[in-house]
């Protein structure tokens, strides 16, 4: 199973809701990334966990809140959202090689397309 | 100047063609890595690679270190090739990866 998934594939909410997006992965991957992307530009690291600990926070406003409940998922929650935080939310794995925090290939998920209004 | 230059921004060619995107960095790298977007979203890693050639399928993507340079190339090209081509290169300090702003290929039939 070379997967990941994530839910859901399209979300609509209003600045004061509170939503949450999940990924998840069987592959045995201990390294997961949270990006945002936006049109027509490449993705921008957002978080990345590695053995279920925050690693790279790349100051992300802290309307998103990421979570690592076990190996297998990753959440981001988000609240009070701004009309400019739409965009595409791809969650990615990687192998963590040895003590190396160098990336192997990353396995991405279709995206969440979040639309803020 | 981007530590990662990818060219040509856009490709449009017949089905058929043979293409060529080229990468350029100038950074010290650990790997580089092509990925594919297709529109909608989904990325798919197509090639990791430190050195020499890679080949999958129709897929062959080439790397030279001293040169800091990296090639992906499409055989017989078709339709469904039709994507968003990214370099990304990787660092063994931490696990970021630096993007090429992504090339659009376009194939005609």
């Known amino acids: 199973d070379t997967e990941v998934t994530q839910t859901p594939k399209h979300l609509v909410m209003g600045m004061t809701n509170k939503k949450s997006l999940k990924c998840e992965q069987h592959m045995g991957h201990r390294a997961m990334y949270w990006y945002k992307q936006k049109a027509k530009k490449p993705p921008e690291l957002m978080f990345v966990?590695?053995?279920?600990?925050?690693?790279i926070n790349e100051s992300v406003p802290s309307r998103f809140s990421p979570e690592c409940p076990n190996s297998s998922l990753l959440n981001l929650h988000l609240h009070a959202l701004q009309p400019e935080d739409s965009a595409l939310y791809l969650c990615?794995?990687?192998?963590?090689?040895?003590?190396?925090?160098?990336?192997?290939?990353?396995?991405f998920g279709p995206g969440t397309r979040l639309t803020v209004l | 100047k981007n530590e990662v230059e990818q060219s040509p921004q856009n490709l449009t060619a017949q089905e058929g063609e043979f293409i060529t995107i080229n990468c350029s960095y100038s950074v010290g790298i650990s790997a580089l890595h092509w990925l594919q977007q297709h529109p909608g979203g989904g990325i798919v890693s197509l090639f990791m690679?430190?050195?020499?050639?890679k080949k999958h399928g129709r897929l062959i993507a080439t790397i030279n270190i001293q040169e800091k340079h990296s090639s992906l190339h499409i055989t017989a090209s078709h339709p469904r090739d039709s994507a968003v081509y990214i370099c990304a290169a990787s660092m063994d300090s931490n696990y970021q990866l630096i993007w090429g702003a992504g090339t659009k290929l376009i194939i005609k039939p």
């Open positions: 990615a794995s990687s192998q963590v090689k040895g003590y190396s925090t160098s990336t192997d290939t990353q396995y």
């Open positions: 690679l430190s050195s020499g050639k």
């Open positions: 966990y590695s053995y279920e600990k925050l690693s």
